[in-house]
């Protein structure tokens, strides 16, 4: 299973709600870390991270894209 990458996780709470959250993820054990950039003005000013239990939540991870450098022959 992935553990690290980029995405959005939905988290659906006891009370009914869902809540959604955007940004980086790492799955450790039984928990989610989710860290959101915090933008001022345009420009990155800081992070929060959230840990959620892995059991309440969907994980959508963001397809990843590599870039291939290679040399002319």
């Known amino acids: ?17 869902a809540l959604e959250f955007k940004g980086e993820i790492d799955v450790r054990g039984d928990r989610v870390s989710v860290t959101e ?6 420009k990155p000013n800081g992070a929060r991270e959230m840990n959620l239990p892995l059991g309440q939540s ?8 590599y870039e291939e450098i290679g040399f002319e022959a």
């Not at 969907?58 to 894209?65: A, C, G, H, N, Q």
């Open 1 to 17: 299973m992935k553990t690290l990458g980029s995405g959005k996780v939905t988290f659906y709470a006891p009370n009914g709600t």
């Open 37 to 42: 950039i915090i933008y001022f003005n345009g």
């Open 58 to 65: 969907v994980i959508y991870w963001d397809p990843e894209v």
